[in-house]
């Protein structure tokens, strides 16, 4: 199954959630250990480097040097070709305030001028794009989260949960086309 050039993993139509998972209730379990983002979006929270001191805790790097590893690999998922990872300190990502919350989402917030330096994945998660494939991110740290995490048996589908997601990394259109194959998945599944 493909919308566009992804691919979409089937698991994803699978997937359940418990009732009241929700992602506005972001816990950071998943950028804890910092995070992968393209080599542009680093290039533009470095370009606006002031605005983000600005919404940091004390006790955060105000140095843009100490934000992002000098390793840059290639990963073809991301619109560059080129990934960077931020750094982590104190069992979190350079990023995560005090009350665990992303100052660069904060940051591009107090700009008010649609300024997005929060990464694209970051934004998509726990959608992610690996290889090619539409999926849930398969990370072990999400078992009960209660943002997004997935549960045996649970009653929430990943539309219910994940649509923001969705539509952030698909559009409408292709969000669209996704639930259509979801239908599409369930009736061939469904037992005769």
């Known amino acids: 199954m493909k919308i566009g050039r992804l ?37 533009r929270v470095v370009a606006h480097a002031e605005l983000v001191q600005r919404v940091m805790d004390p006790g955060q790097p105000r140095d843009p040097r100490h934000w ?24 979190r990502c350079v990023f995560l305030d005090g009350a665990r919350r992303c100052v660069l989402q904060k940051a591009s917030l107090a700009a008010g001028n649609g300024l997005q330096l929060k990464p694209y994945f970051c934004t998509a998660f726990p959608i992610t794009i690996d290889h090619g494939a539409l999926m849930l991110d398969d990370e072990d740290y999400r078992d009960g989260q209660p943002c997004c995490g997935a549960t045996r048996g649970g009653p ?3 539309f219910d949960v994940c649509r923001k997601e969705l539509r952030h990394v698909l559009g409408r259109l292709g969000l669209s086309r996704l639930r259509r194959m979801a239908v599409r998945n369930r009736r061939n599944r469904a037992p005769c």
């Open 68 to 91: 992002f590893s000098r390793r840059v690999v290639a990963d073809a998922d991301f619109p560059s070709g080129r990934a960077a990872h931020t750094r982590v300190r104190g069992g």
């Open 156 to 158: 929430l589908t990943v």
């Open 7 to 43: 691919r979409v993993d089937p698991s994803l139509f699978e997937v359940r959630f418990a009732a009241g998972c929700d992602t506005r209730r972001c816990a950071a379990a998943c950028c804890r250990g910092g995070v992968w983002l393209d080599t542009a979006e680093r290039d």
